[in-house]
């Protein structure tokens, strides 16, 4: 059993006419630091919990760009979980307090939503009561990335869904609160769904989504989360109180038309990678102790500083930037070049709060939409993608807003 205090959950900004889809520098990384932000947003998890079906690095791992974007220290441990929405399921039934649990998608029902696990009694109490795996692979992924969709829904019902549900064990009506995975009507008359909420697509952040609406509707019963034949049932309690929701998902727009030249791109340097991730990735600015030719001003990059009369200094403290400003000033490059997906913006952000004032890309817009004036959040995002690797950066969404609280 574990008490859900907090619930995060993102949705990109695009729609390609028929659904939401990623952003060219969005990845299940960046959606999850999104969600999981919205979730925690002081950085209080103790460790973290990843479930995808669609990591970038599949070798090396995620988690240090995850801990840097969710602004935790390097220390806390990082657990890549490769699943759906019954995975997902099962890492929030066992969590301990203090756990942040994060699901991502960026190929099906792309974004990301996350829950935080505390102790004590307040939250939604999650409980696990069964779970059975089996093997019926209507959608297939190989090592080579080629999907094989033997789409069949009959037997998805059939075998998939009721024939694993029957496995269960599990006696009387059940009252259901949400089905991830697959229609509520498809398990049967043996469960109450007349309440249910669901959501049929292959998503492995659609169990907390469904989590969350459970929790605003103060739903009580199952929780079902189905992933081809394999089943993850658990009962979801409501809340008394002590519990909020973050909702991070903006007004859907037409995907901007964008372009890339050929040619090879900026390879990339694995040691400047290094020497750069923390001075990049942490979003922090280096304070020194004022002294002449020093002043207390807050450098980014943090960076060594040399004194009036030479001395090298490196005796500076690190200290959070916000994420919130203003655009100072802008432009627009219109030229394609390898790499990168053009027209894109770049702005000038003065911070808030602070004198530091940082070039940034800009994101969640179409380029040239920009304004001076215009407030709006500081965001992870994929820079690019340099022989195979994604280069993660900071990059600006004008009129952004904090997601709503409930």
């Known amino acids: 059993m574990s008490r859900v205090i907090s619930v995060g959950t993102y949705l990109p900004p695009w729609t ?12 299940a990384v960046t959606m999850a630091v999104a969600a999981g932000r919205a979730a925690d947003p002081d950085g209080t998890a103790q460790c973290v919990v990843m479930v995808s079906r669609d990591f970038p690095l599949l070798e090396g791992g995620n988690g240090a760009v995850l ?14 979980v490769l699943g759906g929405a019954p995975a997902v399921l099962d890492q929030i039934g066992g969590a301990t307090p203090g756990t942040l ?15 935080l696990i505390g102790a004590g009694t307040a939250g939604a ?79 492995a952040a659609a169990v907390i989504r469904l989590l969350a609406d459970a929790i605003d509707k103060r739903a009580s019963g199952l929780l079902v989360a189905i992933e081809q034949s394999t089943v993850s049932v658990a009962e979801l309690t409501p809340p008394g109180g002590g519990l909020w929701i973050a909702r991070d998902e903006a007004a859907v727009r037409d995907l901007p038309k964008t ?16 020497r750069a991730f923390d001075p990049k990735l942490r979003w922090e600015a280096a304070v020194f102790d004022e002294r002449p030719g020093i002043d207390a001003a ?3 990059p943090p960076r060594l500083r040399v004194d009036d009369i030479g001395g090298l200094a490196d005796d500076y403290r690190l200290v959070p930037l916000p994420r919130t400003g203003t655009v100072y000033t802008h432009t627009t490059i219109r030229i ?13 952000v003065q911070l808030d709060g602070s004198p530091v004032r940082v070039l940034l890309k800009v994101t969640g817009v179409p380029a040239g939409e920009t304004t001076i004036g215009q407030t709006g959040s500081v965001v992870l995002r994929k820079i690019a993608t340099r022989t195979g690797i994604p280069d993660y950066g900071y990059a600006f969404w004008p009129g952004r807003t904090e997601g709503a609280h409930a």
């Open 16 to 27: 390609n006419g028929s659904g939401r889809v990623k952003g060219p520098d969005e990845d």
């Open 125 to 203: 109490e999650v409980t696990p009561v069964a779970r059975q795996t089996r093997s019926l692979p209507l959608l297939a992924r190989g090592a080579d990335g080629t999907r094989h969709a033997y789409g069949d829904p009959r037997l998805q019902r059939e075998i998939g869904v009721r024939a694993t549900l029957a496995r269960l064990g599990l006696t009387g009506t059940p009252t259901v609160a949400a089905v991830a995975g697959a229609p509520a009507a498809q398990l049967g008359r043996a469960f109450d769904t007349s309440a249910a909420a669901g959501d049929p697509s292959v998503s």
């Open 67 to 80: 801990l840097a974007g969710l602004s935790l220290s390097a220390d806390i441990p990082v657990t890549e």
């Open 101 to 115: 649990v994060v699901a991502a998608d960026d190929a099906d029902a792309v974004g990301a939503a996350a829950v």
């Open 298 to 300: 807050p450098q980014f």
């Open 259 to 274: 372009r890339v030249a050929a040619g090879v791109g900026i390879p990339i340097s694995l040691s400047a990678y290094s």
């Open 336 to 348: 394609p070049v390898p790499d990168l997906p053009s027209p894109y913006s770049l702005a000038v």
